[in-house]
């Protein structure tokens, strides 16, 4: 497959597999603007009835952190288990959670 | 001798597979990986659609012929699709102008099968309606594009449009065949849809700054088993697989 020309921007996609859940990301394709990157989405990422709903955005509007900081970043959480929902008995009555 | 509406059923259906199987020649080269999925995804739509009609043909002529006996055995003279079909892919912009030509043909025909007096019919252009309504889409967006594009992209789409345009006029044609069927309220009328593919045309060709093709001279023959030069190898491909293995299941 030939190389993409610069001028055909990439999108990332964004499927819902189900009503009632929230749209994933799933990946990203090239496509020349946002009509035609919802149909490549659709041929791509949906040939398996995996959707129900499409969303595409410009990858060059999302702003990532900056792996750099990771370790600012992510590392406070890491002793902090008093935030993880795990102390607490749940009762046989209430089922499920 | 065959009846009209199995002669009819072969001859869309052959529209089908041959079309079809013109897309599936695009797998692994199209430009971008998006559209190596996006044509064989319209080729595998197509190719449905063909395994039901020739499903339903081999019925109508109780003959015991089933959708392999009639998609793979059989000469070229045998093959009745319209030469638009089995024109060559040439470039991208080519293969794009045909689809669109022939999808829009395909909306307005499954629209007015819907309604048909036979119910299988009917119930085979209900469901093809929806994909044929994505491949219009598709295809169109793309001569837009293309059409009204770069400089290269704009000369591509018009010289597409210049050589399929005496391709177009056979899919109207009309003969005994569909005259005794149209006249039943079992097929739809073929001149009858050209006022709509030219209503559903006229938007997408304006957008893409290309003309309205000329009707007027029509290549034909392709119902009557007369080919084009590139139909041998086409299906000398496409029969290969039953040549080697007769029968063969997966």
Not at chain 2, 36 to 62: F, H, M, W
Not at chain 2, 234 to 241: F, G, I, K, P, R
Request: charged share 25%; hydrophobic share 40%; net charge negative.
């Amino acid at each position: 497959m030939a190389d993409k020309s610069p001028e055909i921007p990439l999108w990332e996609v964004f499927i819902r597999p189900r009503n009632g859940l929230a749209h994933r990301h799933c990946g990203s394709l090239h496509a020349a603007d946002a009509e035609m990157a919802v149909q490549a989405a659709r041929d791509v990422y949906t040939r398996r009835g995996e959707g129900t709903s499409i969303w595409v955005v410009p990858s060059a509007q999302i702003t990532a952190s900056d792996p750099a900081d990771a370790a600012e970043t992510f590392d406070p959480a890491d002793d902090k288990v008093y935030r993880h929902p795990t102390f607490y008995d749940i009762p046989d009555d209430v089922g499920h959670m | 001798m065959a009846t009209p509406l199995f002669t009819a059923l072969l001859r869309l259906a052959d529209d089908h597979l041959i079309l079809g199987h013109r897309l599936s020649e695009w797998c692994g080269h199209a430009p971008m990986l998006e559209e190596d999925l996006a044509l064989p995804n319209i080729a595998l739509d197509l190719i449905g659609q063909a395994r039901a009609l020739y499903t339903y043909a081999g019925e109508v002529e109780g003959a015991g012929r089933d959708e392999d006996a009639l998609a793979y055995g059989r000469h070229e003279r045998g093959y009745v699709n319209a030469l638009i079909c089995e024109t060559e892919n040439g470039d991208f912009a080519r293969t794009m102008y045909r689809q669109c030509v022939f999808a829009v043909f395909m909306g307005r025909f499954w629209e007015a099968a819907v309604t048909s007096s036979d119910p299988t019919l009917a119930a085979i252009a209900a469901k093809a309606r929806k994909e044929t309504a994505y491949h219009i889409r598709h295809s169109a967006e793309w001569v837009i594009r293309m059409g009204d594009g770069t400089d290269e992209s704009t000369r591509r789409m018009r010289d597409a449009a210049t050589y399929l345009a005496p391709y177009i006029g056979e899919l109207f044609e009309a003969d005994t065949v569909t005259d005794a069927l149209s006249a039943d309220g079992i097929w739809p009328d073929p001149p009858a849809l050209q006022s709509g593919w030219i209503a559903d045309m006229t938007p997408i060709l304006d957008q893409a700054l290309l003309p309205m093709p000329d009707l007027g001279f029509a290549h034909t023959g392709g119902r009557q088993g007369v080919h084009t030069e590139g139909m041998g190898y086409l299906l000398a491909e496409l029969h290969y697989m039953q040549r080697a293995y007769p029968g063969l299941t997966w």
